[in-house]
């Protein structure tokens, strides 16, 4: 069956500070991992896109990692920001039809 | 322009009403998607269009009727909605549907939809 899984569930940080965010997916045939950044009540907003080949990818202070071997992704978070504030979703494109398949996502809280 | 637009922001509406969500996007995308998300929840795929035409339908319930005028808009109809249909509604869009690589898939903001 392919599923995303995320963790942790929930995450409060202090400004400033640096997280890492994780993801596990078994998705076949597997095309490409992206991470979303939502808003409460808003749209998914892209970060991140990577594809099999690909290790890493930034978007500033963003970083994500991808190992294809074990079939896992980090979303690292440098200097975080009260803005930074959101639910992270990890998401895999994949299967027979090349469908989105989303993880539940991490909320993230930045205190000031 | 890489912005999706959606209209209405809110809506609330009775369980015998007929209401309809639109959405739109100017980037020359031809696929487009309607996604439902409960809160804490991840958004649930409900139906593709590609290249005007319905492509994928997640066993959605015929209460919810997608329709695509054309390459830009995209519409849900609603008839007839359940409380549990309450949730906010997500329009999506991309270049290709399917295995396409790195096509990257463009939100909008959604509508908050609550079913009396």
């Known amino acids: 069956k392919n599923q995303v899984e995320q963790s942790p569930q929930s995450l409060i940080i202090l400004e400033g500070k640096n997280c890492t965010l994780q993801c596990n997916y078994t998705v076949s045939p597997f095309s490409n991992l992206r991470w979303y950044k939502q808003d409460t009540g808003r749209g998914p907003v892209s970060l991140t896109i990577?594809?099999?080949?690909?290790n890493t990818k930034s978007n500033g202070r963003y970083t994500a990692t991808l190992d294809a071997d074990t079939k896992q992704s980090s979303l690292h978070i440098t200097a975080s920001q009260l803005s930074d504030s959101a639910s992270y979703i990890c998401?895999?494109?994949?299967?027979?039809?090349?469908?989105?398949?989303f993880g539940k996502g991490t909320k993230l809280s930045v205190k000031p | 322009d890489t912005e999706v637009t959606q209209t209405p922001k809110h809506l609330v509406m009775g369980m015998t009403n007929k209401k309809s969500l639109k959405c739109e996007q100017h980037?020359?995308?031809?696929?487009m998607y309607w996604y439902k998300q409960k809160a804490k929840k991840p958004p649930e795929l409900m139906f593709v269009?590609?290249?005007?035409?319905?492509?994928i339908n997640e066993s959605v319930p015929s209460r919810f009727s997608p329709e695509c005028p054309n390459s830009s808009l995209l519409n849900l109809h609603l008839h007839a909605l359940q409380p549990e249909d309450s949730a906010l509604y997500l329009c999506a869009s991309s270049r290709e549907t399917g295995q396409a690589g790195t096509d990257t898939q463009y939100f909008g903001p959604g509508t908050r939809l609550t079913v009396l």
């Open positions: 269009y590609s290249y005007e035409k319905l492509s």
């Open positions: 998401v895999a494109t994949g299967g027979s039809q090349g469908n989105l398949i």
């Open positions: 980037m020359g995308h031809r696929a």
């Open positions: 990577m594809t099999f080949s690909e």
